[in-house]
């Protein structure tokens, strides 16, 4: 659906893409992750179309976006700060999108009319932050749109509202078939909705996988162990982290978790407990391994 090859993004003479690759498939939700400055936003205005690459492509459906009409008029994208016309209404904005988007459907714009129960004929500039996020994607997801691109699109809305949101972007997925591409800093959100996960550092795509495999392939263990046996682990590549309270270890282990579990029954601790990770915990230590300066937050 959206594929982006070998993209690499100078400004002036700093490199903010570096040969980056990602393949966002038809009817999934794809969260695209990583910290400040790691080229997030760079790659969303890419595939937006906003912003032409150094060398690469990015295509959606096999056709190039920038300056394709047609294609354009397939995608919509609601970012942190949505763009609208400081003197429309609602009606006035929906009047718009009508116009640009010819999948637009006024019988699902009167259904979310009824969930967001916001004043149509309002001023957008006269509502709150949450508000306008309301009718952001009231407008957006009536449009029909195959692809969806969310950049931090929740930030403003209560946790009723967000769950909301939520719950109407996941039926278009299963109903249509949309295909949402979203990043933000709210992993456990992310966590619940993605069945997709990339991980971008500096420009980079350091891993991009099914979040099933992602959490399966990251194992968080609390051992009882000897000094002597826990030193003899600490050099090794596929441990991501170790740290300990006296006896008590802590080690997150990239691998198999059957092969370490025989591997730590030999050595007959006091305790092995084996706990799953959350998406926040996978992402610190992956980030971790490329020497991502948060050694205050890990425990």
């Known amino acids: 659906m959206i594929k982006v090859e070998n993209v690499t993004k100078y400004f002036d003479e700093f490199k903010v893409l ?29 595939i937006n179309g ?26 919509l994208n609601i970012s942190d700060d949505w763009f609208y016309f400081s003197t429309f209404s609602v009606r006035e904005m929906a009047r718009f999108y009508r116009d640009i988007y010819p999948s637009w459907s006024e019988e699902r714009y009167q259904a979310i009319k009824g969930i967001f129960n916001l004043d149509e004929k309002r001023q957008i500039r006269k509502f709150s932050k949450g508000m306008k996020k309301q009718v952001a994607f009231w407008l957006s997801l009536s449009a029909m ?36 591409l979203v990043s933000s800093h709210n992993l456990r959100e992310l966590e619940d909705i993605c069945d997709w996960v990339g991980i971008i550092h500096e420009g980079r795509m350091i891993l991009e996988k099914e979040l099933s495999d992602l959490k399966g392939n990251v194992h968080k263990y609390q051992l009882v162990l000897s000094d002597e046996d826990a030193e003899k682990l600490r050099n090794e590549p596929s ?28 050595l007959s601790p006091a305790l092995c407990e084996r706990i799953s990770l959350t998406l926040e915990e996978v992402f610190i230590y992956e980030l971790g391994g490329l020497g991502y300066d948060f050694k205050n937050i890990i425990v």
């Not at 959606?60 to 354009?72: A, L, M, R, Y």
């Not at 769950?163 to 997925?173: C, F, P, R, T």
């Not at 170790?242 to 270890?249: L, P, Q, W």
């Open 18 to 46: 570096d040969d980056i690759s990602m393949h966002v498939r038809r009817g999934t939700i794809y969260g695209l992750i990583g910290p400040n400055g790691a080229g997030k936003t760079t790659i969303i205005n890419h």
């Open 145 to 180: 749109p195959d692809v969806l691109i969310l950049d931090e699109p929740l930030d403003g809305l209560d946790p009723v509202m967000r769950k909301q949101v939520l719950s109407l972007v996941i039926a278009d997925v299963a109903d249509r078939e949309m295909t949402v």
């Open 239 to 266: 441990i991501l982290h170790i740290s300990n309270t006296g006896s008590v270890y802590s080690l997150i282990i990239r691998g198999e978790a059957a092969e370490y579990d025989a591997r730590f029954s030999v």
């Open 50 to 75: 906003v912003l032409t690459p150094r060398s690469g492509s990015i295509t959606i459906n096999g056709e190039p976006v920038f300056e394709n009409e047609s294609v354009k008029r397939t995608v």
